[in-house]
């Protein structure tokens, strides 16, 4: 897929690579994703602490994944 075409989290969490193909870790990323775009919404209310709020969830991502993949 385009990345061009991916949203914001979807770009973040890599949403379109999986290559174990794991259902969770598909789940895992694409919840985070929505999660991202949501807070990437109101990003003109207080664009620190967006940012910092989409790096926290970015690395919960990573860390869930890793998690699942044990």
């Given at each position: 897929m385009d990345n061009n075409k991916l949203t914001k989290g979807e770009q973040m969490v890599r949403t379109t690579f999986n290559p174990?193909?794991?259902?969770?870790?598909?789940?895992i990323k694409q919840k985070?994703?929505?999660?991202?775009n949501l807070?990437?919404?109101v990003r003109e209310k207080d664009p620190r602490l967006t940012s910092l709020a989409l790096t926290h969830y970015e690395?919960?991502?990573?860390?869930?994944v890793k998690a699942a993949t044990a």
């Open positions: 174990s193909q794991d259902s969770t870790v598909d789940q985070t994703a929505e999660l991202i807070v990437e919404s690395t919960a991502a990573m860390f869930a």
